[in-house]
């Protein structure tokens, strides 16, 4: 979990800055919604993006959550651990249909 927590931390801070920097492009290019949306449908390379994204997302703050809860709860154990990765691994579907509505919708 530790190795886990650090890697999807890495890539969440740059994939962070690669999102905040597009939408500034984007908005400063005048593109409007209709015309955002019309570019990314198709979009592949950007989808897998945000699907990584998403997945790390849910599964960082899951083990957040995670630590946070055995820490000042108690609650700690495999059974506790798997439930956690279950609220991640569901966090991190919830980005990915988002990302699928955008790009193949």
């Known amino acids: 979990m530790w190795a886990v927590q650090r890697i999807t931390a890495a890539f969440l801070g740059l994939a962070v800055i690669v999102h905040l920097v597009t939408i500034m492009l984007a908005i400063r290019g005048g593109l409007s919604a209709a015309e955002i949306l019309a570019r990314t449908r198709g979009a592949e390379l950007w ?18 959550l995670r630590n946070i809860a055995g820490e000042w709860l108690g609650l700690r154990g495999r059974t506790v651990d798997a ?7 569901a966090t ?9 509505g955008l790009y193949h919708a």
């Open 92 to 100: 991190a579907a919830f980005g990915i249909r988002a990302a699928w």
């Open 83 to 89: 439930l956690w990765m279950g609220v991640g691994l």
């Open 47 to 64: 989808f897998g993006f945000y699907v990584l994204f998403a997945l790390c997302a849910g599964l960082h703050g899951a083990i957040g």
